[in-house]
Nanobody, 119 residues
Framework: QVQLVESGGGLVQAGDALRLSCSASGRTDRIWNMGWFRQTPEKEREFVATINWSGDSTYYHDSVKGRFTISRTNAKDTLYLQMNSLIPEDTAVYYC????????????WGQGTQVTVSS
């Protein structure tokens, strides 16, 4: 099994930056792709950014392109999300996720970390 623990959330003002971290433990050798998702009470969980197993391919939701950067360590045990120029619409619980197959779904999830952006 793989355990994922997010950290780095908090309350910030619009225009500020935050860096989220996701620490992976357990069978990290099973991890292929990783990603960040977010959810609010009004919306279903949505994709924010993903990164492939080697770290050289990334994808972003249109709403965060140019503002957020996803990265991971070579050891695949830590995932980051650098969030710049935050806006109130970025307010959500952010979840870290990992897949155990190269093309499969995300089947490991963290508990989430709250990000609140005030205007």
């Amino acid at each position: 099994q793989v355990q994922l623990v997010e950290s780095g959330g908090g309350l910030v003002q619009a225009g500020d930056a935050l860096r989220l971290s996701c620490s992976a433990s357990g069978r990290t050798d099973r991890i292929w792709n990783m990603g960040w998702f977010r959810q609010t009470p009004e919306k279903e969980r949505e994709f924010v950014a993903t990164i492939n197993w080697s770290g050289d391919s990334t994808y972003y939701h249109d709403s965060v392109k140019g503002r957020f950067t996803i990265s991971r360590t070579n050891a695949k045990d830590t995932l980051y999300l650098q969030m710049n120029s935050l806006i109130p619409e970025d307010t959500a619980v952010y979840y870290c996720a990992a897949s155990s197959t190269v093309a499969g779904p995300f089947d490991f999830w963290g508990q989430g970390t709250q990000v609140t952006v005030s205007s």
